[in-house]
């Protein structure tokens, strides 16, 4: 029989039922026919223009030689309740995103490398009362996935935006001090050293009233890449107001964090800010408290830090100072 003259004849209620190929190639949904053996028995033309496969090609092999993306143990595992309790399985692209690997032919704006899939898989019953073939109805949601995708991404964009200093790209103030008050109570619980250490630039309105503003930023922003490096990923850097940073050294007593302030204290006098054919030095002046058990909050520990800090300032600057 001519492919474009089969039919495909599904049981319902002990009724056959003839449906004309012509009728399944108008359809906007891919249709594919299979026997247990996953032997093709139809294959539309939506099937057709995505696959780059003719149906004469595809029909009367196993899905499985033709498609060799598609997990066998996988998908024979998730076709059993078709057969065996002649029930619909589905395939929803938020668990797989797709069970042909077709390429997005749609317009250039598409963002998507393939077509995202929903495959609905249903029994086609026999008048005997048995499941020997099953259909496939395959729907190109690449539409649906990229917009839920995409809300995804900006709502992750601004929960980010609203954590990290634009400046900078450290934690922002208000995010900064939300850990820094989760980070003290598990030092209360736990009773392990961790140390808060408070910094800022010296004579940093010098800086700005010198060169401009923008050459202040850019130290600012020098200042903080700088931070980054000497910091471990445990650990909870930020940007606290203007030139000022605060960084929580987790898991660590003042005597760890003496190397930590001292190695921020030298790079920094040794690094030069380029602006507008300028060269730009400049130092910082550190405060260092490490956790007790007498600090009542978090502000009270982080005060702690900022007086070290004062009293750095107030001896001669480009020196860190811990709490007594």
Request: charged share 25%; proline share 2%; net charge negative.
């Amino acid at each position: 029989m001519n492919a474009s003259t089969k039919t495909l004849t599904q049981n319902t209620e002990g009724t056959a039922s003839q449906v004309p190929l012509e009728l399944l190639d108008s359809i906007e949904v891919g249709i594919a026919v299979l026997d247990r053996n996953f032997t093709v028995h139809v294959w539309n033309k939506f099937l057709e223009n995505h696959s780059a496969k003719k149906a004469q090609s595809v029909i009367g092999g196993s899905i499985f030689s033709h498609f060799s993306e598609i997990d066998e143990a996988w998908l024979r595992t998730k076709i059993d309740p078709v057969f065996n309790l002649k029930s619909p399985v589905f395939i929803i692209w938020e668990q797989r995103p797709f069970l042909f690997k077709f390429t997005c032919n749609r317009p250039v704006t598409c963002a998507a490398e393939f077509m995202y899939q929903n495959v609905t898989i249903f029994p086609i019953v026999e008048n005997n009362g048995r499941v020997e073939r099953f259909c496939m109805l395959v729907y190109d949601v690449t539409e649906q996935a990229l917009g839920k995708l995409g809300m995804e991404h900006l709502n992750e964009e601004l929960k980010t935006a609203s954590r990290v200093d634009g400046l900078t790209g450290l934690f922002n103030r208000r995010y900064w001090q939300e850990r820094f008050d989760e980070m003290y109570k598990l030092c209360v619980r736990r009773g392990k050293p961790s140390t808060a250490l408070m910094l800022d630039i010296d004579h940093f309105k010098r800086i700005n009233d010198t060169y401009g503003h923008q050459a202040g930023d850019k130290v600012i922003q020098m200042l903080a890449a700088l931070i980054k490096r000497c910091v471990r990923e445990t650990d909870l850097a930020g940007r606290y107001g203007g030139e000022e940073f605060a960084i929580m050294l987790n898991d660590s007593t003042v005597e760890d964090a003496r190397a930590v302030a001292e190695r921020i204290r030298q790079l920094a006098q040794r690094l030069t800010v380029e602006h507008e054919g300028e060269s730009i030095s400049f130092t910082v002046s550190l405060g260092l408290a490490q956790f007790s058990a007498d600090f009542k909050s978090a502000m009270a520990w982080l005060e702690c830090s900022d007086q070290a800090l004062y009293k750095a300032k107030e001896s001669g600057r480009n020196q860190y100072c811990i709490y007594e």
